[in-house]
């Protein structure tokens, strides 16, 4: 019962989420414009799941999406001194991914599955998150409560994700009662993140809607 309440609860939060960057999305701020592309790619790519017995084929592809996503996210808003070098290492975990689609994975077959492009797409992630502390602590840029609270739950989901697909051939070849508690924390992280950001997206569509400018 609290396994299909939490895997419940991540998909409706989710599409909660969608509905809210729909009714919200010209007025929101650029930042969360761009995170509503990644929430309507995420509910894309469970509609696909819903359509295919295995939709691992599609997780390359949603890897470099979501990585492209936060790249240009953590360019524009989070570290904005910095564009050389990290566009250059970014540049890099995305051909990686390429590659791993165009010649390394199996895609159609689950018995040799491995997630290396979204192990690459989640530590890419980490990092970014990681040098947006850096800078923090360097004071090389001034303290954003709200960039900061964004950062922290970044970078919790982005570790038990990475964390999980690390080990995805174990977890999607295993008996389901071995694997169980390992889907319910990814889907108990999903259900936190997607949650978190509808809140942020209808806190800020719900100001620009009733301020008088808007």
Not at 1 to 6: A, G, P, S
Not at 117 to 127: E, H, M, N
Not at 136 to 155: A, C, Q, R, T, W
Request: charged letters at 10%.
């Amino acid at each position: 019962m609290f396994t299909e309440i939490v895997f419940d609860g991540a998909e409706w939060s989710l599409y909660l989420a969608g509905i809210f960057c729909c009714y919200f999305y010209k007025q929101l701020a650029s930042i969360y414009q761009y995170l509503s592309f990644y929430i309507w790619f995420t509910i894309l790519t469970n509609y696909i799941g819903l359509y295919f017995s295995s939709n691992l084929f599609w997780l390359p592809i949603y890897s470099f999406a979501e990585l492209a996503i936060f790249s240009i996210i953590y360019l524009r808003f989070f570290l904005k001194g910095e564009k050389v070098v990290l566009q250059s290492l970014l540049l890099l975990a995305h051909v990686l991914i390429l590659l791993d689609f165009l010649f390394l994975c199996d895609l159609f077959k689950v018995e040799t599955f491995y997630a290396f492009s979204k192990v690459v797409a989640d530590i890419s992630i980490i990092l970014l998150c990681l040098r947006y502390y850096w800078t923090i602590l360097k004071e090389d840029s001034p303290i954003n409560k709200e960039l900061l609270l964004l950062n922290s739950v970044f970078i919790g989901y982005f570790s038990i994700n990475s964390i999980l697909f690390l080990s995805i051939n174990f977890l999607v070849n295993e008996s389901l009662d071995l694997v169980t508690p390992f889907w319910v924390l990814n889907a108990l992280s999903a259900l936190f993140l997607y949650s978190f950001l509808t809140y942020m997206i209808w806190q800020h569509g719900k100001i620009q809607k009733t301020s008088p400018s808007g």
